[in-house]
């Protein structure tokens, strides 16, 4: 049984936790001080660039925000928002919190999209798949709101605007009848797994390189000891997520 307790996610949370529940319960106890690597730094700028936000300067970054803007001209899509944060009623219990990068139309309808200017992991399968555009966070965006607007009916719709150093390559996803009831399916495992602290450690190669809470999960003593790479945090996952309303200010 689950408590009657309001618990919050996200699509990324639903995605690190699938992954490693107890990097999930990590990351609602630290906050990692090392510097991002430069590539997600500049993915980072670049996504700033797009949405009109000030941003720090960067030749990489500016070279692959323009990239993407050309060929959103080039495939004619009529931009109606960008950087759209949501609050979505999931079930009772549980609320998603979202952020859009852009609500657009193109010559099919309305669509949204999402620039990811990393270029890595979008390989496609024998059918022409691209798995990484199957995920969570294609389910939870095309989740309909409660208000649609600007939209008559919220798109059933999102394309990955995914630019790699040299080419911009499209990826589709179309929402399937099965999507809603999967992603309240996970949350709910999710929600149950923090209200019982059965979080688990899943450590495997992914933990060596990839991820940043490494040093706390292992106990780490090194030179400085664990506790030097990170701050504290009370992210109460019963309460909005602290980081995403640190974006909305």
Not at 54 to 80: D, F, T
Not at 92 to 99: A, E, G, H
Request: charged fraction near 30%; proline fraction near 6%.
């Amino acid at each position: 049984m689950m408590s009657d307790r309001l618990f919050y996610i996200s699509a990324s949370q639903l995605g690190t936790f699938f992954q490693c529940p107890a990097r999930y319960a990590f990351t609602r106890q630290y906050v990692s001080l090392d510097e991002d690597p430069w590539w997600l730094r500049d993915g980072t700028i670049a996504h700033k660039i797009m949405a009109g936000q000030e941003y720090e300067n960067s030749a990489r970054a500016v070279r692959m925000a323009g990239m993407a803007q050309e060929y959103l001209q080039r495939k004619k899509y009529e931009i109606l928002g960008n950087e759209i944060k949501q609050l979505i009623r999931l079930t009772s219990v549980i609320r998603l919190q979202r952020t859009i990068d852009v609500l657009a139309v193109d010559g099919d309808g309305p669509v949204l999209l999402d620039f990811k200017f990393t270029g890595k992991a979008w390989d496609q399968t024998p059918e022409g798949i691209a798995p990484k555009a199957t995920g969570f966070q294609s389910q939870c965006y095309l989740i309909e709101p409660d208000d649609p607007a600007p939209f008559n009916k919220w798109p059933e719709r999102i394309h990955f605007i995914v630019v790699d150093e040299d080419r911009v390559e499209m990826y589709p996803y179309t929402r399937r009848p099965d999507d809603l009831r999967e992603i309240r399916q996970a949350a709910a495992m999710m929600k149950k797994s923090w209200d019982k602290q059965w979080l688990p450690k899943v450590r495997g190669h992914l933990c060596a390189r990839y991820c940043e809470m490494r040093r706390v999960c292992f106990q780490e003593e090194g030179e400085f000891g664990w506790r030097y790479f990170y701050d504290p945090i009370s992210n109460d996952p019963y309460k909005p997520d602290v980081r995403y309303e640190k974006e909305i200010e």
